[in-house]
T-cell receptor, first 114, second 108 residues
Framework: EADIYQTPRYLVIGTGKKITLECSQT?????MYWYQQDPGMELHLIHY???????EKGDLSSESTVSRIRTEHFPLTLESARPSHTSQYLC?????????????FGNGTRLTVT | DAKTTQPNSMESNEEEPVHLPCNHS???????IHWYRQLPSQGPEYVIH???SNVNNRMASLAIAEDRKSSTLILHRATLRDAAVYYC?????????FGGGTRLMVKP
């Protein structure tokens, strides 16, 4: 069952547009993550959060920004989309812990910038 | 970053057991070992995790070496629906780094 939701599932947009990818979870998890994945390639962590008002950059530099105003919501924004941003974006969440809490992933947003 | 090493791909026949290996030679004593799998066009899904002891759940078994430098994910009877990319990850409760994983192909 899906307890973490990403919208839209697919998005095709022109260069220069501002976009926001939505991610919501209903499990009350404190930790949330955004990963970027090109087809057939590894997942790269671009942002994560330990809770409300906490955001950190991941190990892959990204021009996107995130916010965490509510526990359940972790949107990702691109101020000006470019073709190089074309990729799949995966949101995940987990409980706070020392490695004993599995990640729950959404089904991703596949972004195409033309 | 914590890094693991896995074979790029493996093949299995349907209905046979599959042993997916993972090396994590630099793992610290408190890092958990997690396995996830990613089916085509989906986000990764959790499979199993453990610290020191072997673990079993409805999806798979996890065998952890005594020195914790390697582990093996065991699918007891592979089905076509098990064809996916399997990721082995060290989890210290911080950022999680995914490697390339093992692409499992299941032949009917």
């Amino acid at each position: 069952e899906a307890d973490i939701y990403q919208t839209p599932r697919y998005l095709v947009i022109g260069t220069g547009k501002k976009i926001t990818l939505e991610c919501s979870q209903t499990m009350g998890h404190d930790k949330m993550y955004w990963y970027q994945q090109d087809p057939g390639m590894e997942l790269h962590l671009i942002h994560y959060s330990y809770g409300v008002n906490s955001t950190e950059k991941g190990d892959l530099s990204s021009e996107s920004t995130v916010s965490r105003i509510r526990t359940e919501h972790f949107p990702l924004t691109l101020e000006s989309a470019r073709p190089s941003h074309t990729s799949q974006y995966l949101c995940a969440s987990s409980e706070l812990g020392r490695g004993n809490s599995p990640l729950h992933f959404g089904n991703g947003t596949r972004l195409t910038v033309t | 970053d914590a890094k693991t090493t896995q074979p790029n791909s493996m093949e299995s026949n349907e209905e046979e057991p599959v042993h997916l290996p993972c090396n994590h030679s630099t793992i610290s004593g408190t890092d958990y070992i997690h396995w996830y799998r990613q089916l085509p066009s989906q986000g990764p899904e959790y499979v199993i995790h453990g610290l020191t002891s072997n673990v079993n759940n409805r999806m798979a078994s996890l065998a952890i070496a005594e020195d914790r430098k390697s582990s093996t994910l065991i699918l007891h009877r592979a089905t076509l629906r098990d064809a996916a990319v399997y990721y082995c990850i060290e989890d210290a409760g911080n950022m999680l780094t995914f490697g390339g994983g093992t692409r499992l192909m299941v032949k009917p």
